[in-house]
């Protein structure tokens, strides 16, 4: 983020716990920057959807705070998506995050085949990652491409960004059901790095970085900026301003009559279901709209 004079805003420190929020970080000694996600109601939300199996709704989750870290390369405007097919359970991922830090996502799977538990890389299988950027001030569109392979997210991204970018990274992802006073929920976090030109400055931003648990990721009572703070206190860091998290969709009532008009009277009548009507669900959502087909003729 910037200020008028194109400066980025350092955030005060602060030791308060909250959820949903990107917090751009650099350790200026090492030449190192970073982002941090926290992810409480807002990944909670996505989700919940659907009655996904623990396992599945641990891969959703890893893809939505890989894609808000990754998205948060677009400041104000535009968007970026993350999409898998694999030959996994889990056979298609699409997460979009629209900026500044709006976020949907959902999952296919083959429920006969759903584990309770397994590894991310397992339950994905083999495939790829595409990873895309639209910008709206020049309406262009940038796509790339990394085979998965059996590894999880945060090594396709390691790879997408060694292969492509030819920038070493670092990423860490957490997804975990955790019980607070407020009651059971699905929390999340993740830490990106980008290495600095010096080689020495990475090895020990990685040694730095690779103390990271994941269940400080997901800990509720533990603030960013302590987190930060705990990795990187030796050598300082500096926190700028943060970000908002939080879902959303894009479907409407508006949009979906949209759709159904857009298809001939023998197309709609092939959608009608047992109850006379013809029933369209967001995937994304998992939003349920109802129509009488008389009202498009």
């Not at 400041?75 to 996994?88: A, I, K, V």
């Not at 629209?98 to 999952?107: H, I, K, N, T, W």
């Amino acid at each position: 983020m910037t200020d008028g004079d194109g400066e980025r805003l350092v955030r005060v420190f602060s030791s308060d716990a909250r959820d949903d929020l990107l917090l751009p970080f650099a350790v200026e000694t090492l030449d190192l920057r970073g982002r941090l996600a926290r992810l409480g109601p807002t990944v909670n939300t996505i989700l919940s959807h659907y009655d996904y199996p623990p396992s599945v709704a641990r891969v959703l989750g890893e893809a939505v705070t890989l894609t808000a870290l990754l998205g948060s390369i677009l400041e104000s405007h535009g968007r970026f998506q993350l999409q898998t097919r694999s030959d996994g359970v889990v056979d298609m991922i699409v997460v979009d995050y629209d900026a500044p830090g709006r976020l949907r996502g959902f999952v296919r799977f083959d429920p006969a085949r759903a584990p309770s538990a397994a590894p991310v890389g397992e339950l994905l299988g083999k495939g790829h990652m595409a990873l895309t950027i639209e910008r709206d001030e020049d309406a262009a569109r940038y796509q790339g491409v990394v085979a998965l392979d059996g590894g999880g997210l945060a090594e396709a991204a390691h790879q997408y960004f060694r292969q492509s970018e030819q920038i070493p990274s670092f990423v860490r992802l957490a997804v975990a059901e955790v019980v607070t006073p407020q009651g059971r929920g699905w929390r999340a976090g993740g830490l990106g790095q980008d290495a600095p030109e010096e080689a020495d400055a990475w090895t020990e931003g990685l040694a730095l970085a690779a103390t990271l648990e994941d269940h400080e990721l997901v800990d509720p009572s533990l603030s960013a900026e302590r987190l930060l703070f705990r990795l990187f206190h030796e050598r300082g860091v500096t926190v700028f301003a943060e970000r908002e998290l939080k879902a959303f969709c894009r479907c409407s009532d508006a949009r979906v009559e949209n759709l159904l008009r857009s298809f001939s009277n023998e197309e709609r009548g092939a959608m009608i279901g047992d109850d006379g009507r013809i029933g369209v669900t967001c995937e994304f959502c998992g939003k349920l709209r109802s129509y009488d087909p008389a009202s498009f003729d």
